[in-house]
């Protein structure tokens, strides 16, 4: 059994995270590749590596002193390898980083150092070898990650090592320059190794207990989902629930590993399974979980007899594209139709909007309506389970809250809820008291 193992940046904060990972490492032998992200923060104040080392390459590119803030980043590894007592000297490479910063090496690359030195101390404090994921990780000229060169010479080189540690969240460019994933992104180089190595599970250790049914700022308490299909995470990331870096599926999902989401902090917790396919209907509950999100808007557009008239829609539709606005939701009536799209996106192209699609479909009335919130209710059983629908809606009537919209696909893994935002935590309070219980 192999099992990768990516460690998240409040797991490697201090030494007395480290000491925790190393015994949760420790602990098993399958555990055989390690993935460490950049020490995050200690406190809620405190400031992760990786934003220290942001700020120190804007200071060396303003050719400003960047004496202070790197020490203060050195401070943090030197303090880290005294307390464990791990045998490991990084002057050196701290010289070498200092340097490349100085003369200005890329942002990118001031801040994949953080995992770069993270890795270095785990990898001499467990005894493992140290991979530099710029060996390992290819990303093409247009910084998308060549995922075949990739796997090819990851998988080789890995197998040349029972145990190793690969710093996360970065790669190298064509031209040999470093570069990074988006923020967060050691997810994705964890699900990249565990796909190289043909891994049975990969383990991705953090500070919560695992995927939660809702929003614990939304719902008090909220209970942890013991396991979700790949589908139901899309879902429920869309909407805003994240635990995982968005891109972290693909990789595993591409070769079947089931991820768990683990606490560092309570590893007697078994956390969250994500998987492909859950064996049919196998949870106590219908509903997987509630995810929503602010800020939408929606453009309503009447016209009698629209129904009627070939090419409405796409006509409507176009007008979107060419003003490169991306669509949530488009549900109709027959005289009616109603376009869900982010307040955000149109907020500079109201009136242009307002007049292209005039022009387009003549429409009788054309409106813009804000503040809309909308709550997608996810789950893999909603499709067997007959009431999702009268049980969702009956329980947010009597909590007094008007729906205005409502979008179920056929493949019945999700209803979406449109409301008033004032009326989000309200609507979404009442949608997890039905299914789990006040
Ligand atoms: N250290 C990086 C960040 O703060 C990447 C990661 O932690 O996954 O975004």
Known sequence: MVKVVKFGGSSLADAKQFRKVIRIIEAENDRKYVIPSAPGKRSPDDIKV????????????????????????????????????????????????????????????????????????????????????????????????????????????????????????????????????????????????????????????????????????????????????YRELRELSYMGATVLHEEAIFPVRKAGIPINIRNTNSPEQAGTMIVAKSDGYDHQRVITGIAGKHGFSVISIEKDMMNAEFGFGRRVLEVLENEKISFE??????????????????????????????????????????GIALIAVVGRGMKNAKGTAARIFGSIAKADVNISMIDQGSSELNIIIAVGENDFEKAVNAIYNEYVGA
């Open 329 to 370: 939701h488009l549900p109709s009536g027959i005289d009616t139709m109603c376009v869900v799209v982010s307040t955000e996106a149109i907020a500079k192209k109201r009136e242009r909007i307002i007049e292209k699609l005039t022009a387009a479909v003549l429409p009788d009335t054309i409106s813009i309506d804000d």
């Open 50 to 229: 990786t934003d220290m080392l942001y700020k120190c390459y804007e200071q060396a590119s303003k050719g400003e002193n960047i004496s202070e803030i790197f020490s203060q980043i050195t401070d943090r590894y030197n303090s880290i390898i005294k307390e464990l007592g791990v045998d490991l000297d990084l002057s050196d490479e701290f010289e070498s980083i200092r340097n490349s910063m100085i003369h200005k090496a890329g942002r990118d690359y001031a801040a994949s150092r953080g995992e770069y030195l993270s890795g270095k101390v785990l990898a001499a404090a467990l005894g493992y070898k140290f991979i530099d994921a710029a060996d390992v990780i290819f990303f093409n000229d247009d910084g998308t990650l060549d995922s075949e060169k990739t796997n090819e010479v990851m998988s080789e080189v890995l197998k040349e090592y029972e145990n190793a540690v690969i710093p996360g969240f970065y790669g190298i460019m064509p031209n040999d320059t470093i570069k990074t994933f988006s923020r967060g992104g050691s997810d994705i180089t964890g699900s990249i190794v565990a796909r190289a190595v043909e891994a049975d599970l990969y383990e991705n250790w953090t500070d919560v207990n695992g995927f939660l049914m809702a929003d614990p700022r939304v719902v008090k308490n909220p209970c942890t989902i013991s396991k979700i299909t």
